[in-house]
């Protein structure tokens, strides 16, 4: 499958200008055209107008505001998407990586430390654990490094395995270190396959995936992919990549 790729965001080294990126992990896709800072921005820090080691951000669209995992500061909080100065703390004493919200506003979080996902339903500040939290392993009441998480339609809770599950490797049954995932309208799974630099694809209840963006068919426009990090959709079903070796966005039409 050739697939052509396109910065959208980065991709002019690292740094702290707006067209620059460091390191980027989680990803939320909206209309913005322009880049700025909308939360943080005022060096590493615990105040309320910093953020330290923020690992993924969701739009809460009902209220127009930001909800971001500031894993630095083992908290979640809130921030107003326009013109906010501060954030609010929401969740505190977690050690959160991923954010999802789904279409009840219910907040889910992953613990990477508690190897557990959290379901906080909006307004509340105690969570019910939904996955996990019975120690490390590959049982389907287990988990190993969690990271990201989607939330599909249903709000399903029941574990079954939709892609990988055979072992680390490269193969197309296989995964090594997946780390974003996003399930599109007809239940179909891609995953960044972190260290294999490419995006796979698990039609549904399919057993084998398809490698959908690697290394070996790129547009000019775009890096070749270096540890791809979390995985979206916009509405015209856009797929876009976080690409953090290269600090950048990449937009791919795979359709």
Not at 58 to 68: A, F, K, N
Not at 94 to 106: E, K, Y
Not at 199 to 225: F, Q
Request: net charge neutral.
């Amino acid at each position: 499958m050739e697939t052509k790729g396109y910065t959208v965001a980065g991709g002019n080294e690292k740094g702290r200008r707006f067209h620059q990126l460091s390191n980027p992990f989680g990803l939320y896709v909206t209309n913005e055209r322009v880049g700025k800072v909308i939360a943080g921005g005022n060096d590493s820090g615990s105040a309320a107008d910093q953020l330290s080691f923020p690992n993924d951000v969701v739009l809460d669209e009902e209220d127009d505001s930001l909800i971001i995992a500031d894993s630095g500061n083992r908290r979640v909080v809130r921030w107003a998407r326009r013109n906010a100065t501060s954030g609010t703390t929401i969740i505190s004493d977690i050690d959160c990586i991923g954010v999802v919200v789904d279409g009840s506003g219910a907040l889910y979080v992953v613990d990477r430390i508690r190897l557990e996902v959290k379901k906080y339903r909006k307004g509340y500040t105690m969570g019910t654990i939904v996955a996990g939290r019975n120690g490390k392993g590959e049982a389907f009441n287990q988990l190993s490094s969690p990271a990201y998480a989607f939330v599909d339609q249903n709000h399903s809770v029941q574990a079954t395995i939709v892609a990988g599950g055979n072992g680390q490797g490269s193969d197309v049954n296989q995964l090594l270190r997946p780390i974003g995932i996003v399930v599109d309208r007809m239940g179909n799974v891609y995953v960044a396959d972190r260290c294999n630099n490419r995006i796979m694809r698990w039609l549904k209840d399919e057993l084998h995936g398809s490698v959908i963006i690697d290394n070996s068919a790129h547009g000019s426009l775009v890096h070749e992919l270096s540890y791809p990090e979390a995985v979206s959709f916009d509405r015209q079903g856009n797929l876009y990549v976080v690409d953090k070796d290269h600090s950048s966005v990449q937009k791919f039409n795979i359709t």
